[in-house]
């Protein structure tokens, strides 16, 4: 959980509606389809590190890069996510403009990352989950405690959060966005971290634990949207949170800031410790076996600590350009569940396709996005680009399997 959970839930409740805390909690179902289906099977791979290595068992050299490749682009949208939020309470709670907090979240997020490790990164994030859930529960029961008292200043607050269908969106943009999130989004860095579990059992109750707690913040960050609102209709979606947190008491407030800034920077170290994993080991191993294992391990170790700066630096401009902290999140799915969704779920369950089939699926999924935000959608009202790019992934994928089968049989025979 970070600032795409945090900032992200309250910011689409802010402007769009209530219909945005439905749509978020496909979210904790998908963790039913990845408990039931996925966390027992991953274990068969329990030797190897990435999702990069896996995809390789499956389709070979491609695969591993690839999705390393994928990786990487899905990890720099999650920590510019994080930088953007970390420039954003530097904004509110200290003044310095957003800009330069960006620069400054990004050099202590470097430093920060420099040093540890993914097996850190876990034992540090228990204790900010706690401070982070104490301080928002507390924020919570100030805003309902108060919400009554202001709601009858605000009718424009009551009719607009009355009503489950947003203004600003289609019932079939909000059905899209709920099927996105419907989607089992399993990324490198929640492999990483099944792979360390000690067992089946172990690895599927975090799974259910973590998706009930999704849904109990879920409606916490989308009541404090709704709150702001009420206290503020004019206020910049970006700033909800930094502004809900200096509306309390200076202990709650204390409690937060501390809370937000464990939280955005633990999840911003958890993506840039995956993200050098991708690059290192997905995408550069591959092309290295001819390197003594002595030379490899020094090269993977200095090529560890400067991809820290690079994606550090990388983040950084893109924080700079983006507006909303959700859209960012959105946006950077579209590198990763048109390409690599669908073959890696169909790996894990055993349908053994061919390293032809996975390039097919991947060009196709990746042509139907850029072809949909170029030309297609053109209007908020439209689904989004994921849906079909997913789509045309599965579609590919399965005809390119089977007609490989139905040709194989006959080409034996000949």
Same mark, same amino acid.
């Given at each position: 959980?970070?600032?795409?959970?945090?900032?992200?839930?309250?910011?689409?409740?802010?402007?769009?509606?209530?219909?945005?805390?439905?749509?978020?909690?496909?979210?904790?179902?998908?963790?039913?389809?990845?408990?039931?289906?996925?966390?027992?099977?991953?274990?068969?791979?329990?030797?190897?590190?990435?999702?990069?290595?896996?995809?390789?068992?499956?389709?070979?050299?491609?695969?591993?890069?690839?999705?390393?490749?994928? =990786? %990487?682009?899905?990890?720099? +949208?999650? @920590?510019?996510?994080?930088?953007?939020? &970390?420039? #954003?309470?530097? $904004?509110?709670? !200290? =003044? %310095?403009?957003?800009?330069? +907090?960006? @620069?400054?979240?990004?050099?202590?997020? &470097?430093? #920060?990352?420099? $040093?540890?490790? !993914?097996?850190?990164?876990?034992?540090?994030?228990?204790?900010?989950?706690?401070?982070?859930?104490?301080?928002?529960?507390?924020?919570?029961?100030?805003?309902?405690?108060?919400?009554?008292?202001?709601?009858?200043?605000?009718?424009?607050?009551?009719?607009?959060?009355?009503?489950?269908?947003?203004?600003?969106?289609?019932?079939?943009?909000?059905?899209?966005?709920?099927?996105?999130?419907?989607?089992?989004?399993?990324?490198?860095?929640?492999?990483?971290?099944?792979?360390?579990?000690?067992?089946?059992?172990?690895?599927?109750?975090?799974?259910?634990?973590?998706?009930?707690?999704?849904?109990?913040?879920?409606?916490?960050?989308?009541?404090?949207?709704?709150?702001?609102?009420?206290?503020?209709?004019?206020?910049?979606?970006?700033?909800?949170?930094?502004?809900?947190?200096?509306?309390?008491?200076?202990?709650?407030?204390?409690?937060?800031?501390?809370?937000?800034?464990?939280?955005?920077?633990?999840?911003?170290?958890?993506?840039?410790?995956?993200?050098?994993?991708?690059?290192?080991?997905?995408?550069?191993?591959?092309?290295?076996?001819?390197?003594?294992?002595?030379?490899?391990?020094?090269?993977?170790?200095?090529?560890?600590?400067?991809?820290?700066?690079?994606?550090?630096?990388?983040?950084?401009?893109?924080?700079?350009?983006?507006?909303?902290?959700?859209?960012?999140?959105?946006?950077?799915?579209?590198?990763?569940?048109?390409?690599?969704?669908?073959?890696?779920?169909?790996?894990?369950?055993?349908?053994?396709?061919?390293?032809?089939?996975?390039?097919?699926?991947?060009?196709?999924?990746?042509?139907?996005?850029?072809?949909?935000?170029?030309?297609?959608?053109?209007?908020?009202?439209?689904?989004?680009?994921?849906?079909?790019?997913?789509?045309?992934?599965?579609?590919?994928?399965?005809?390119?399997?089977?007609?490989?089968?139905?040709?194989?049989?006959?080409?034996?025979?000949?």
């Amino acid at each position: 959980m970070g600032a795409g959970s945090v900032f992200g839930t309250a910011e689409k409740v802010f402007t769009d509606g209530i219909c945005y805390l439905f749509i978020l909690l496909g979210y904790p179902i998908s963790k039913i389809f990845i408990a039931k289906y996925i966390c027992p099977r991953l274990f068969e791979f329990k030797d190897m590190i990435s999702m990069g290595e896996i995809m390789g068992s499956f389709y070979g050299k491609s695969g591993q890069i690839i999705t390393g490749i994928a =990786g %990487i682009f899905l990890s720099l +949208g999650f @920590i510019s996510a994080q930088i953007s939020a &970390i420039g #954003y309470l530097f $904004y509110f709670l !200290i =003044g %310095i403009p957003h800009f330069y +907090g960006i @620069i400054i979240g990004t050099f202590i997020l &470097i430093i #920060y990352s420099s $040093y540890g490790g !993914i097996k850190s990164i876990i034992r540090t994030n228990s204790v900010q989950f706690i401070i982070l859930s104490v301080g928002f529960l507390l924020i919570s029961y100030t805003a309902l405690k108060n919400i009554e008292a202001i709601r009858e200043y605000s009718p424009h607050a009551v009719s607009k959060f009355s009503k489950i269908t947003s203004p600003n969106l289609s019932v079939l943009k909000e059905i899209s966005l709920f099927l996105v999130f419907c989607l089992p989004f399993v990324g490198p860095a929640f492999v990483q971290r099944m792979l360390m579990t000690k067992d089946v059992s172990q690895a599927k109750k975090a799974v259910y634990i973590t998706g009930g707690l999704e849904t109990i913040f879920y409606c916490i960050f989308a009541s404090l949207g709704l709150f702001a609102f009420i206290l503020k209709p004019t206020l910049d979606p970006n700033l909800i949170i930094p502004f809900i947190i200096d509306y309390q008491p200076i202990f709650i407030k204390g409690i937060c800031v501390a809370g937000m800034f464990a939280v955005v920077m633990s999840s911003a170290d958890a993506e840039m410790n995956v993200s050098s994993i991708s690059l290192v080991h997905d995408v550069l191993n591959p092309f290295l076996s001819i390197i003594s294992s002595k030379d490899l391990q020094k090269f993977e170790l200095i090529t560890l600590r400067s991809a820290v700066f690079l994606f550090g630096f990388i983040a950084a401009i893109i924080s700079t350009s983006c507006k909303s902290i959700f859209d960012v999140i959105i946006g950077v799915l579209d590198f990763w569940g048109p390409v690599v969704l669908i073959p890696f779920f169909s790996g894990i369950l055993g349908l053994q396709a061919s390293t032809k089939t996975f390039l097919y699926s991947v060009v196709a999924g990746i042509i139907t996005v850029l072809i949909w935000n170029l030309f297609i959608q053109t209007d908020i009202h439209l689904i989004e680009s994921l849906v079909p790019g997913v789509l045309a992934n599965i579609v590919v994928f399965f005809v390119s399997h089977y007609t490989e089968q139905i040709r194989t049989p006959k080409l034996i025979q000949t």
